[in-house]
């Protein structure tokens, strides 16, 4: 059934979708799995750090009430590895030899480095040091994190130093923003799979693998991928499953208004309607709407225009989910090579982009078609064509995205 609908542009869509709210569920997961994970709750030290005094250097530990008339002699009572303690006090003019981040004894108040001192000849046990430091070289109990310091806040994206921080305090487990369950569900009669023969009108079900990977490099964890016929029963039985079992649903092709359009008629009677037409080009039919408190992302079956809408509206979501902000990185770009047609939306180019003293440039790469897919590998960015009856200038600022994971 053919339906009017009215397109919105894709600022006033990408508004729609940030309004949605979305679940945030958490999960505790191992440290050593964490890496850029964002946590859930602020962590806080359970002990001072570090929790013993050391040695900033390789070198003598000595008492403040010897470190004075130097150059002098002292008598070498021990050593102190990196691991290792030294359980009594010294005494007048002793000294321990220590190596950098071992145990610093009690009542020593300074390390003279090595480069400092010299042996004595034919007194193995004794060390005479040349001068005295202007530092102590010992790093005190608590200087860095006192216990009950808070250690990373709440909301912070751990990264590989982060991770190290919490494992120098022996925390083994956080809490942090579950990844979004996403089922990526293909429709259309046409497509086949990877190991049926070449058919005459049918094409291979390259949309399927192309958003289930950009979701799982993106951050999501894809439980479903579905291919179905056009068949409105087992579409609407497909959805109603993905939607009751996961926290997103992306859809690809039947979202226009043909007969066979089953995506389409299915979002007019949704819940909620966000949108299902947009001013731009490719992905005119990007659609979006709420069913069962669980939003689905419809998006065209043409593959330019699945991946151009996936950085412009999916991208974002799966990042919000992990509440991340959105990789996808929009700027302000100089349009580097002519584009010469007319549009009546916005076009959306597959580009790329050069960046030269903190000037961006972007050149169109290859074809703007819907269906053209031979540009996906190379595409860096995304560039908007804004709509006119002119073409664009050479050297234009245009808007631009940059592509993550590119």
């Keep these: 059934m053919l339906t009017r609908r009215f397109p919105i542009s894709i600022q006033e869509a990408q508004q729609k979708l940030a309004e949605v709210s979305l679940p945030s569920k958490v999960e505790t997961i191992p440290v050593q799995t964490a890496n850029h994970r964002v946590l859930a709750d602020t962590i806080v030290a359970p002990f001072a750090y570090p929790h013993f005094r050391r040695s900033g250097y390789d070198g003598y530990a000595i008492r403040s009430s010897d470190d004075h008339d130097f150059p002098k002699t002292f008598k070498v009572v021990g050593d102190i590895p990196a691991g290792a303690t030294f359980e009594r006090e010294l005494g007048e003019n002793e000294t321990v030899r220590i190596m950098t981040g071992a145990f610093v004894p009690a009542n020593a108040g300074k390390v003279i480095m090595l480069e400092q001192t010299r042996s004595v000849e034919n007194e193995p046990n004794q060390v005479k040091m040349v001068v005295t430091e202007k530092h102590s070289n010992i790093t005190e109990i608590g200087s860095e994190f006192q216990e009950g310091d808070d250690l990373i806040l709440k909301n912070t994206e751990l990264t590989p130093g982060g991770l190290a921080i919490l494992t120098a305090f022996g ?29 005459a009108g049918k094409i291979y079900n390259s949309n399927g693998l192309l958003i289930a990977n950009l979701v799982r490099e993106n951050g999501g964890i894809v439980t479903q991928e579905s291919q179905l016929v056009d068949d409105a029963d087992l579409l609407a039985s497909t959805l109603q499953q ?28 949704a ?53 991340h902000s959105s990789k996808v990185k929009r700027v302000t770009a100089t349009l580097a090579a002519p584009y010469h047609k007319t549009n009546g939306y916005d076009r959306i180019l ?21 269906g053209a897919l031979g540009n996906l590998q190379t595409t860096t960015c995304l560039v908007e064509i804004p709509h006119s009856t002119n073409p664009i200038a050479l050297n234009a600022k245009v808007t631009a995205w940059l592509l993550p994971f590119k």
């Design 242 to 269: 993905a939607m009751a079992e996961n926290d997103l649903v992306i859809t690809d092709g039947g979202v226009s208004v043909g007969d066979f359009d089953f995506i389409g008629d299915t979002a007019r009677t």
């Design 271 to 323: 819940d909620t309607l966000l949108f299902n037409k947009l001013k731009m080009r490719p992905g005119s039919v990007t659609t979006a709407f709420v069913q069962d408190k669980t939003l689905v992302m419809a998006l065209s079956g043409n593959p330019g225009a699945c991946f151009t809408a996936f950085y412009l509206f999916v991208e974002p979501l799966l990042q919000r989910f992990m509440h």
């Design 171 to 199: 925390i083994q487990e956080v809490t942090v923003y579950r990844q979004p369950r996403v089922a990526v569900i293909t429709t259309g009669t046409e497509l086949m799979a990877p190991d049926e023969p070449l058919q």
């Design 350 to 370: 597959r580009s790329t982009y050069q960046e030269s003293n903190q000037e961006i440039a972007v050149f169109p790469n290859g074809s703007d078609q819907s």
